[in-house]
Each structure stands twice: as structure tokens, then as C-alpha cells.
């Protein structure tokens, strides 16, 4: 496996290495884990939900909000102090693939131990503690968004103190899997309710709402705690000969024009 530290980018940049990842393991690739932030702040959908209807799109511009559609499923999520993770592997792997629940299962675990190391009282969540299951969409009303990522809990999930702590959906291709997460280091993805196309008073039900659901680790590792620290922890966990790497070696296929070290001259992958 390849622990890639990546860093920090904007929502579409994030989405953009991820469905690349997909690809890279759809071709037989290694596993790859790759550790990332979102700066600036953003907000990503989940594949199957319409951004004309989960977003109040004028705000987002208004205040200069990015936003994407990621490659897995699940709900809409405000993507700010928080560590982020994208596991992408062959489903065949022995490690790191197998059918989905066997897959957010160790990866689940993976979450738990390593945040155990850090001091994070985190458990596995060991049934739906609210809302729907993992990936899906949730409940909503017949015209308004869906609910967002961190208003349920489902079984292979991270909690904390009984409340959501860690955000997964998983996106499965023929010969490939891709697992998308975040961790709450702080109350950031509360600001998700300011862009939601709903009333004002609408609006704060539903950050109350979260903030009753979901729980952060800043009290144990601060709100913007490195990567470095969570990469530490991970690698210390990972079956001997796990690689860490700042830059993923040979880069990977992303948008056209992109600049920077990620790029390679070869021809594009589709995404």
C-alpha cells in the first residue's frame, strides 16, 4: 500500500484525485490511501444528488464557496476542520478489498485504531444510531435537500461519545473500489446549513440538528491538527512495507492544465 500524505486543495481538485484514483486502481494498481484537507473550505455532494437542489448555488457564490460532486455517494458535507481521507484499491486486493461491508469494515477499524493512538475515545458504531445507512441519501421532504451527511449514523461507522464522528460512502466499479471520509476536528461542517436552499429559520433546525449528531476530536487534537500527526498514527498501523509518500510517485491523470507535480505527460484518463 501507498500512504499518501497529500495536503490541502479546493473541492474540485480533491474530487478531481480521487476519481483519478479510482481509475489508477481499476487498472490493477496498489492500494492507495491518500490523507488530504480542503482549502479553501468547500462543500462536496454525494454522486446521485443534484447541486441545483441540495445547494442554495447563489450564496455559494456569493461568498466565494466551492463546491463538487464526489465519485461516491452519501449527502451533502461542509468540508472544513476536519482530516479527509480516499482509500482506492483492486477489488481483489486481500488487504484492502472485498465486498463493501468487508471493506468499510476494515477501513472502519483502520479509522478507530488510529485515532485510538492519538488519544480519540472512538468507537465503531455497531448499528443505525440515526437516519439512514451508509452512503445512501436520507430522508427529505418532497421538495426540499436531502438531510446532510452528519445528521445519521449507519453500522461501520466512527462515533464518538455515541454521535458521528467520521463520514464514509464507498463508490464500487468492476474491478475497483474507492472510499471517501472525513473527520471532524471542529464545528466547520455546521456551515453547511448556510448554504442549503431553505429559510432562514429552516437553516438553523438544521444546524442544530447536526451539531446534536455529530461529534469532532478537537478537544483531543485540536481543530487544525496536521496531517502529518493522523499519517504518523496510520503508518505506525499498516502491514510492513506500506510506503508513505508527499508526492505519489509518477504522478496521477487529472484535469486537463492542472499544474503541479501530480500531473504526468502521458495521455489522460477518463474519468
Not at 223 to 252: K, N, Y
Request: net charge neutral; charged share 20%; proline share 7%.
Amino acid at each position: 500500500m501507498i500512504l499518501w500524505c497529500d495536503g490541502a486543495h479546493d473541492a474540485a481538485v480533491n474530487m478531481a484525485r480521487d476519481v483519478a484514483l479510482l481509475a489508477r486502481a481499476e487498472s490493477g494498481a496498489e492500494p492507495v490511501l491518500r490523507l488530504f484537507r480542503f482549502a479553501p473550505a468547500g462543500i462536496t455532494l454525494g454522486a446521485s444528488q443534484c447541486p441545483g437542489r441540495e445547494l442554495d448555488l447563489d450564496a455559494c457564490a456569493r461568498d466565494g464557496i466551492g463546491w463538487a460532486v464526489r465519485p461516491t455517494g452519501g449527502r451533502g458535507i461542509f468540508h472544513a476542520e476536519e482530516w479527509t481521507y480516499a482509500l482506492a484499491t483492486p477489488i481483489d486486493d486481500p488487504d484492502w478489498g472485498g465486498s463493501r461491508a468487508v471493506a468499510y469494515d476494515r477501513v472502519s477499524r483502520l479509522l478507530v485504531a488510529s485515532l485510538e493512538r492519538l488519544g480519540v475515545p472512538a468507537v465503531l458504531a455497531q448499528g443505525t444510531l440515526r437516519g439512514g445507512g451508509a452512503g445512501g441519501e436520507g430522508p427529505r421532504s418532497p421538495q426540499g435537500p436531502a438531510a446532510p451527511c452528519f445528521a445519521s449514523t449507519a453500522r461501520h461507522e466512527v462515533v464518538l461519545e455515541g454521535r458521528k464522528l467520521v463520514g464514509s460512502a464507498q463508490r464500487r466499479t468492476l474491478h475497483a473500489l474507492l472510499q471517501q471520509g472525513s473527520v471532524l476536528l471542529g464545528d466547520g461542517h455546521l456551515r453547511l446549513a448556510d448554504y442549503l436552499p431553505l429559510a432562514a429559520g429552516e437553516r438553523e433546525r438544521v444546524r442544530v440538528a447536526l451539531a446534536a449528531s455529530a461529534a469532532n476530536a478537537g478537544h483531543w487534537l485540536g481543530g487544525d491538527a496536521p496531517l502529518e500527526r493522523w499519517a504518523d498514527a496510520l503508518l505506525a498501523l499498516l502491514p510492513a512495507g506500506t510506503r508513505r509518500v508527499a508526492t505519489l510517485e509518477g504522478g496521477i491523470p487529472l484535469t486537463p492544465g492542472e499544474p503541479g507535480p501530480y500531473t504526468r505527460p502521458s495521455p489522460q484518463v477518463e474519468a
